[in-house]
């Protein structure tokens, strides 16, 4: 394990699922969740289709109200914040389905990403009063940097619906990124890739931890890049943790073999 990572493990966690439940009429999506993120920690979280594990991202960046229990970050509940909110105190999500503004540059998909954290209005910009334009300033060298750290300085002024859809990727996760989040939540990074992009996007996540200090909670189906980079992986069935623990303990667990890898019995 990272030794940043053992390091932080010996204090408070950054994030707190507690007990967290989440009903739709009579259907359980999340029942009684729990488990720790620590500060620079990979964490997997895995399981079958159904399991709950986008339902609790939704939770997470608060597009859902859990039923029961409480989020906690850096202490603190996050369940009385709105979703337009989550940004500044810190939480950054890439989707399962690309969710960027087609019809926009490269530059500007990552350019709102960065205005989660602006302290501009829109009165002050129509004026652009000086406090206005340094922060304009600001902005614009912080993209670049991230579009430079990406690689992706060369489509800059590219319109994202002509890019090639790992690309695309790459950009929901600058757009992310932009936002200087604590936290990454990573939906499904590698649905859609091939073998060599997958195995670049794991080299990349790892990047990101390790130069940016950032912590991600990874939700994905592809079993080796989670086994590969997560430092801890929480596996969840039918709405409830199956099982906790690293990587090679969680995949041969013989109740998360049965449920997401299959049973090997006739």
């Known amino acids: 394990m990272n030794a940043r990572v053992e390091r932080s493990m010996q204090v408070a966690p950054l994030l707190a699922v507690r007990e967290v439940s989440v009903t739709f009429g009579g259907i359980v999506a999340l029942n009684g969740v729990s488990f720790e993120l620590h500060k620079s920690q990979i964490l997997g979280l895995i399981g079958p289709n159904g399991a709950g594990k986008t339902t609790l991202f939704n939770c997470l960046s608060r597009l859902y ?8 970050l850096d202490g603190d509940s996050i369940l009385t914040r709105p979703a337009h909110r989550i940004a500044e105190i810190g939480i950054g999500r890439t989707f399962q389905n690309v969710a960027l503004f087609a019809e926009l540059s490269v530059r500007d998909n990552v350019r709102v990403g960065a205005h989660a954290r602006s302290r501009s209005d829109i009165i002050s910009d129509s004026l652009r009063l000086p406090w206005a334009r340094r922060g ?9 940097e991230i579009l430079d750290y990406l690689e992706l300085g060369d489509v800059a002024e590219v319109t994202v619906a002509g890019l090639p859809f790992g690309t695309q990727k790459r950009v929901e996760l600058a757009r992310a990124l932009a936002a200087e989040p604590k936290i990454l939540l990573l939906d499904e990074p590698a649905g859609g890739l091939n073998h060599e992009e997958v195995v670049s996007l794991g080299a990349l996540i790892r990047k ?35 099982a906790e623990g690293p990587p090679a303990a969680v995949q041969s667990n013989p109740e998360v073999i049965k449920a997401y890898l299959g049973s090997k019995e006739p």
Do not use: C, W, Y
């Open 136 to 144: 304009e300033a600001r902005l614009n060298g912080k993209v670049d």
């Open 65 to 72: 109200q859990p039923s029961r229990g409480d989020i906690l």
């Open 208 to 242: 990101i931890r390790d130069d940016l200090g950032v912590t991600v909670l990874l939700v994905e189906h592809h079993m080796g890049l989670v086994m590969s980079i997560a430092d801890h992986v929480v596996a969840l069935n039918f709405g409830k943790k199956l």
